[in-house]
């Protein structure tokens, strides 16, 4: 099959038609993120922007001054919300992390491009407002999941200058992109995403950062082996195309799928959850 065929697009890009489970899965992460709300110290729904759906949650370190990794949840940008991804700080935090979990609009009500740029608002809040995350301006690691993934790509790539006079060059230290997208050529061409994602060649070409110019930031990516071809090329697209001295780590979990690879980010025993604190200069 080939990337022209629809029926194929849809069955590698949709994870949902993969893992039948998953509404399983998120209903999981909803109680563990409702659970992890209740017992650890957080600031919610802190406002980074003035648009809808420009909100924050913030769990901060036990101490001031430590590293901050700001996680953008996946959905193909149409869904999901930042409440279903609390689970991820309690270990984060106790590892010694100030964990930012942001929200963004969702399509079809407005586009990728609106998404993105959203993304770099809630960055530039997290270096402007240390007083209030209690973590280190100068120590900013961004990951995120499936379409989350890609916009953390995206953020590596940011012209920081561009978005605030008062911002530095390199905002972000380094970025974690676990099953993210970097070539939407083929997404655009998914049929059960057209309708809500209506992107264009033209916005293919200035969301793809697999053909952007590679950062001067480093990147990690990861895919659980069980995921579809497509997603698994598009892991090893980024490393292929930016480069080893980008992309040093660029691997596959064994055993895990679109979802169920989240679990590593939490679990102190993996190599992925390792991946993240080396990230933040925590080991």
Partial sequence: MSQNDPAWLDAQYNPRVRVPDHPRIFAGWAESSALARTRLPCRLDIAYGSEPGETLDVFPAARPGAPVLVFIHGGWWRALDKADFSFLAPALVEAGATVVVPNHALCPSVSVETIALQMTRALAWAWRNPGVHSGDPNRIVVAGHSAGGHLAAMLLCC??????????????????SISGVFDLEPVRNAPFLQGDLKLTPQSVKRLSPAFFPRPRGTLYTVAGLLESDEFLRQNQLIRDQWGPTTVP?????VDRHHYSVLRDLVDPQRRLHELALRLLGLR
């Fill in 249 to 253: 780590v660029c691997e596959t979990i």
């Fill in 159 to 176: 012209r920081w200058k561009d978005v605030g006079d008062d911002l530095p060059p390199r905002l972000v230290a380094g970025a974690l």
